[in-house]
């Protein structure tokens, strides 16, 4: 059974701070992995989809990192902003036909 | 292009009620989820659907939920007596077929069950 673990739980980070989202899965075969960002109260909007045979995607401020063999994968934020709060989350696809399997997430705080 | 979408945003019910969700996906989309997401927790996967066929519905609690998706498009998912652990949010979300595909999902229901 897939296992995804997301560290830390939870971060503080003052404004302007460059920081490194962390995501674990047990079964290195998988197809994909997605980031995606979760305001409170509100769904979930996509921001990187890896492919399994990419090492990084980007999106602006935003680099997401893939190592297939090591069951890892990593969400860079440059120059963090207060508007980045949010909870992170991270899920995988791990066989064809089957459903993301999620991480329980990151809880992002920027201060001013 | 419109997004997944779903109704209503907020629900309030005592246990042992029933509820219903609606959910439209992206039209294209083949592939249906629905997914339950407990205060803290990582989303999971109750039930997938491609077309109007179940893919996969093992961690569905068949005793009190059920869903449909009748004519491939819309899906509803519904939980009939509630309980006071159904309290959640359920998040629906479509994709195409085919594994290099991601998901865009919904703004999600959250239930209160009291």
């Known amino acids: 059974k897939q296992e995804v673990t997301q560290i830390p739980a939870a971060l503080s980070v003052p404004e302007g701070e460059n920081l490194v989202l962390n995501c674990s899965f047990t079964?290195?075969?998988?197809?994909?992995l997605q980031w995606f960002r979760q305001d409170p109260g509100k769904g979930l909007t996509s921001l990187l989809l890896?492919?399994?045979?990419?090492r990084e995607q980007t999106s602006g401020r935003l680099n997401a990192s893939l190592d297939k063999s090591s069951g890892r994968s990593t969400l860079y934020i440059a120059a963090s902003q207060p508007g980045d709060s949010a909870t992170y989350l991270c899920?995988?696809?791990?066989?064809?036909?089957?459903?993301?399997?999620f991480g329980k997430g990151t809880s992002l705080l920027v201060t001013p | 292009e419109a997004g997944v979408a779903q109704s209503p945003r907020y629900k309030i019910i005592e246990k042992r009620q029933s509820v219903a969700f609606w959910c439209n996906p992206i039209s294209g989309h083949a592939t249906l989820y629905w997914y339950q997401q407990i205060l803290g927790q990582g989303p999971k996967l109750l039930i997938q659907?491609?077309?109007?066929?179940?893919?996969?519905d093992s961690q569905l609690p068949k005793d009190r939920f059920s869903a449909e998706r009748l004519k491939g498009v819309d899906s509803t998912l519904k939980i009939q007596p509630a309980k006071l652990e159904d309290s959640a949010v359920y998040l629906c979300?479509?994709?195409?077929?085919?594994?290099?595909?991601?998901?865009?999902f919904g703004s999600g229901t959250r239930l209160t069950v009291v």
């Open positions: 979300a479509s994709s195409l077929v085919g594994v290099n595909y991601g998901y865009t």
């Open positions: 890896i492919q399994s045979s990419q």
């Open positions: 659907f491609q077309n109007n066929g179940v893919v996969d």
């Open positions: 079964d290195s075969a998988i197809y994909n």
């Open positions: 899920a995988v696809k791990h066989q064809p036909g089957y459903a993301l399997n």
